[in-house]
């Protein structure tokens, strides 16, 4: 009986708030369609009435009413929505970029790292060691002159300093 009386209760309230609008657009048309008076009272106030303003200084403001257009109205929603998924995944993009670019950045700094460890080993090797010699591809050693030698120190030292600053 209760589970019932619930359900005519909601149809009651749904025809209610249906009457409800019915008649508050009635109203709102009726008010848009009537006249609006424009005056300026004796404090210099600017006064918009459906009355007639008693000291007789009134204006007559045409009002146009204009029906929405639906299919307007429409296209504006799915135009927002449009730009709104867009916006989104403009920030995604943003987030992976600036994610990609950091980690650019932590692996240029540990290879900066890197560079600059052989760098500083390669210097210490080549000041360290009166002879120093090159590979080759017989598996021989083939020792630098001393000019060789100071070229290679020199060029030890270039690298410390380009990666070290």
Request: some cysteine.
């Amino acid at each position: 009986m209760q589970i019932s009386l619930l359900i005519v209760g909601s149809k009651m309230m749904r025809a209610i708030r249906i009457a409800s609008m019915f008649t508050m657009t009635l109203l709102a048309y009726t008010a848009t369609a009537g006249t609006v008076f424009h005056s300026v009272d004796e404090n210099g106030l600017v006064i918009y009435s459906d009355q007639p303003a008693p000291n007789g200084q009134n204006e007559e403001v045409p009002i146009r009413i204009v029906r929405s257009n639906k299919a307007a109205i429409k296209a504006d929603k799915v135009e927002d929505a449009e730009l709104a998924a867009a916006v989104k995944i403009h920030k995604e993009l943003d987030t992976e970029a600036r994610d990609e670019r950091q980690t650019l950045q932590t692996a240029a700094l540990e290879r900066k790292a890197t560079n600059r460890a052989t760098a500083k080993q390669t210097q210490e090797k080549y000041n360290n060691n009166r002879r120093l010699y090159k590979q080759l591809p017989n598996g021989e050693r083939e020792y630098l002159s001393d000019d060789e030698l100071d070229a290679a120190r020199a060029g030890a030292v270039r690298s410390v300093a380009r990666w070290c600053s």
